[in-house]
């Protein structure tokens, strides 16, 4: 890299990770990899009818010039950029798709629709997309333990996109060299602003993540034909440590990625429930009480006690009155109030007249009281647990504490509810009678053969 005079770590680091051997994959490791991958095609289908998803496809339509990856859900056949961003933004509207908590919250499956698009144009084997997929959570996920962007007002897209960067240049078969400049031109010139995340939530937040994966395989694509990057990205004098992290040189992190098979991606959290990954045990809680037999018309008021990082996340005022559906799907209070009037939290707790009903409003801005309780404190690993103390309007006092909800680290979704996730998400879409057919073609992926193609060819209408 011309005038490189600057050491910087996480460069080399990720640029010699993107170019290493390929881990043989054995059983466990490809269903890890493959259960993020169909799950993330039935978020994405799940979508097809929303408002950010026509926008994108609209916009897709625009650069459909001769290109041969489906938009998933439509009869539009695009260039791999606008199919990595369509596809990304299904995925990621119905905030369905999986997460990772490190010191900054991340969802490392928006690197999926980006990867797929990557191994179609370059028609990479089974073995070599999923290799690619588990190789950017890795660097995805480690990044996310040693770095926080929203800490000075940046973005976690920043964070998924150095993921996302890194299985671009493995597919697109970049050097080391190359892929040091397709690194460096994705994180020089993308930084999106925390903005995307705070107050009343926009149809924005679909799109970030999409954005910056879409940039990462742009970077690649442009250092696969010679574009060459600045030097230090990461630890230069106008890098991102310094004047987005605000870091001092003797802060700067260490990232560490070992040859050995990327194993993080079975760690991350597969959601139950079509809201923030944070309130996962809080959809979980009300769920089981109206098991109970107990609905809102039932309740008196709700007393919820939070693990301290999902009050953060998911308590503010806009909160107790969500307007978007994007500020209601991370608004734990709404989530619990919603699911104990609906009796379910489904995707359709979260329309326009759902977040609008006013027995539901009253009742956040009158009957709910929220506060963070370390005691609760067990983070990512435990599912953010919550305990909720229910007072009935008979005087009775139900209380209910639920951790390691369904799809967390610890308590892994099971085959079975998976697929009912999945089918459940296509019954939404132009594609419900494929939903079995889907289901087992991506199930099926692995080995030097390339189903890819025929996933394409399905998940077009």
Same mark, same amino acid.
């Given at each position: 890299m011309e005038h490189d005079t600057t050491e910087d770590q996480w460069l080399g680091a990720i640029a010699g990770f993107a170019t290493g051997p390929v881990a043989a994959l054995d059983d466990t490791r490809r269903e890890a990899i493959v259960t993020r991958v169909v799950d993330t095609i039935g978020c994405a289908l799940g979508a097809g009818s929303s408002d950010a998803v026509e926008v994108v496809t609209a916009y897709a339509a625009r650069r459909a010039n001769g290109g041969r990856h489906a938009t998933w859900g439509t009869d539009l056949d695009v260039d791999l950029e606008s199919a990595a961003l369509a596809n990304g933004v299904s995925a990621r509207y119905l905030d369905y798709n999986d997460a990772y908590f490190g010191v900054e !919250?991340? #969802? !490392?499956?928006?690197?999926i629709p980006t990867l797929f698009a990557c191994a179609l144009e370059n028609e990479r084997s089974d073995d070599e997309f999923l290799d690619a997929v588990a190789v950017a959570y890795e660097v995805a996920m480690t990044a996310a333990d040693e770095i926080t962007p929203r800490r000075s007002g940046f973005d976690h897209v920043n964070v998924t996109m150095l993921g996302a960067v890194t299985g671009a240049a493995r597919l697109l078969g970049l050097s080391e060299e190359k892929a040091r400049h397709a690194v460096s031109i994705a994180v020089t010139s993308h930084a999106a602003y925390r903005q995307a995340r705070t107050g009343q939530l926009s149809m924005w937040k679909a799109f970030a993540a999409a954005d910056a994966c879409r940039h990462a395989a /742009?970077?690649?694509?442009?250092?696969s034909v010679g574009a060459r990057g600045p030097a230090? !990205?990461?630890?230069?004098?106008?890098?991102?440590?310094?004047?987005a992290l605000g870091l001092s040189p003797d802060e700067?992190? &260490?990232?560490t990625l070992t040859s050995e098979a990327p194993a993080r991606i079975a760690g991350s959290q597969i959601k139950r429930f079509p809201c923030g990954s944070v309130g996962q045990s809080a959809a979980q809680a009300a769920t089981d009480l109206v098991a109970r037999g107990i609905s809102l018309r039932d309740v008196q008021s709700i007393d919820i006690r939070l693990d301290p990082k999902a009050a953060a996340l998911m308590v503010s005022p806009e909160k107790l009155e969500p307007?978007?559906?994007?500020?209601?799907? #991370?608004?734990? !209070? /709404? &989530?619990?109030?919603?699911?104990?009037q609906r009796g379910a939290l489904t995707v359709e707790s979260f329309t326009d007249g759902a977040i609008s009903d006013q027995e539901v409003?009253?009742?956040?801005?009158?009957?709910?009281? &929220?506060?963070?309780d370390p005691a609760l404190g067990g983070g990512h690993d435990m599912g953010f647990p919550v305990d909720l103390n229910v007072t009935l309007k008979d005087g009775r006092v139900e209380e209910h504490a639920v951790e390691h909800p369904p799809g967390s680290p610890r308590n892994q979704m099971p085959y079975e509810e998976l697929k009912t996730k999945f089918v459940g998400s296509l019954d939404r879409s132009a594609l419900a009678?494929?939903?079995?057919?889907?289901?087992?073609?991506?199930?099926?992926?692995?080995g030097e053969a390339s189903t890819i193609p025929r996933i394409n060819e399905c998940l077009r209408h």
């Open positions: !919250p991340i #969802h !490392p499956s928006d690197v /742009y970077a690649a694509l442009l250092a230090a !990205p990461f630890a230069g004098q106008q890098a991102m440590f310094r004047r700067f992190p &260490v990232l307007r978007t559906r994007e500020t209601a799907d #991370h608004s734990i !209070p /709404y &989530v619990i109030v919603s699911t104990l409003r009253s009742f956040l801005q009158d009957n709910v009281k &929220v506060g963070a009678d494929r939903a079995d057919q889907l289901w087992d073609l991506t199930w099926s992926l692995g």
